[in-house]
C-alpha cells in the first residue's frame, strides 16, 4: 500500500495559479502510475490528469488541457499538478492516486483501476 499526501490548495483568483504536490510514501514509486482526480461540490469524482511510470506519458481530461500540467519527480516521490489559468468550475477537492504497472492508458480516467488515494486537498477559484 501506498501513502499518499496532497498539499497546495488554496484560494486563488479566477486566471491565478496554484501547483498542487502529492508527496508518496513508497519505496517504489516509479513503477506506479500516478493520477489527479477532482470533486465538486454535490458532484462525483471526475478524472483529471494522469502520468505512467514507463515512458512518462501524460493524459488529460478535456476541460483542463492546456491549462494543467501533470509531472512526477521519482527521486522525491512526488507527483505535481500545476493548474494555471484557474476557472471558477475548477473548484473542487482535489484527489492523488496511485495505480499498479499494468494498466493502458486509455484506463486511467477510471477510478477503479487506483488502489491508493491521498486525502484530498481544497482548491476554491474566485470570480
Known amino acids: 500500500q501506498v501513502q499518499l499526501v496532497e498539499s497546495g490548495g488554496g484560494l486563488v483568483q479566477a486566471g491565478g495559479s496554484l501547483r498542487l504536490s502529492c508527496a508518496a510514501s513508497?519505496?517504489?514509486?516509479?513503477?506506479?502510475?500516478m493520477g489527479w482526480f477532482r470533486q465538486p461540490p454535490g458532484k462525483e469524482r471526475e478524472f483529471v490528469a494522469a502520468?505512467?511510470?514507463?515512458?512518462?506519458?501524460?493524459y488529460y481530461a478535456d476541460s483542463v488541457k492546456g491549462r494543467f500540467t501533470i509531472s512526477r519527480d521519482n527521486p522525491k516521490n512526488t507527483m505535481y499538478l500545476q493548474m494555471n489559468s484557474l476557472k471558477p468550475e475548477d473548484t473542487a477537492v482535489y484527489y492523488c492516486?496511485?495505480?499498479?504497472?499494468?494498466?493502458?492508458?486509455?484506463?486511467?480516467?477510471?477510478?477503479?483501476?487506483?488502489?491508493?488515494w491521498g486525502q484530498g486537498t481544497q482548491v476554491t477559484v474566485s470570480s
Open positions: 492516486a496511485a495505480s499498479p504497472s499494468g494498466y493502458g492508458l486509455g484506463y486511467l480516467s477510471r477510478r477503479d483501476v487506483y488502489k491508493d
Open positions: 502520468i505512467t511510470w514507463r515512458d512518462i506519458n501524460t
Open positions: 513508497a519505496r517504489s514509486f516509479s513503477s506506479y502510475a
